[in-house]
């Protein structure tokens, strides 16, 4: 079974679970303690939401605001424009902001969330019957 483990850093884990609720994250209890909260977005896609301590503990590296600095960037895929626009306005809601205006490439479009904590996700719809007849590729 091929799976990923996000393990994010947040101030206040129970604000960060309550946000990536309201983007369509599910709890998962077996994985969820007082320090740790395991959000899934699908049977590969799992995102552990971890005190800024337990975050430190065993880590000899400073952790990075990603208020002030860019660390990684996640892009969730999503069955449609019309998903990704809910998402987002879910997003908004719950108090994330939106950095940059939605990209559209024709074949794909995408809008990036910041969370409370600032770490960016873009939502994707990407159209991959336009794009393999945009590039000529075929798959088998």
Not at 28 to 54: A, R
Not at 79 to 103: C, F, H, Q, R
Request: with cysteine; charged share 25%.
């Amino acid at each position: 079974m091929k799976q990923i483990f996000i393990n994010l850093p947040v101030k206040d884990v129970e604000a960060s679970m309550a946000f990536y609720t309201q983007l369509g994250f599910k709890v998962n209890p077996l994985f969820t303690f007082d320090d740790q909260k395991c959000m899934v977005w699908s049977e590969q896609i799992y995102v552990m939401l971890q005190t800024l301590k337990m975050a430190e503990s065993g880590n000899k590296k400073n952790l990075t605001d990603p208020k002030k600095n860019t660390i990684a960037t996640f892009t969730l895929p999503v069955e449609s424009l019309d998903k990704v626009n809910e998402i987002i306005e879910n997003g908004l809601k719950a108090g994330g902001t939106e950095p940059t205006p939605m990209i559209d490439e024709g074949f794909m479009q995408v809008r990036n969330l910041e969370d409370l904590d600032g770490h960016i996700w873009g939502i994707i719809y990407l159209d991959i019957d336009k794009f393999k007849e945009m590039t000529n590729k075929k798959t088998e």
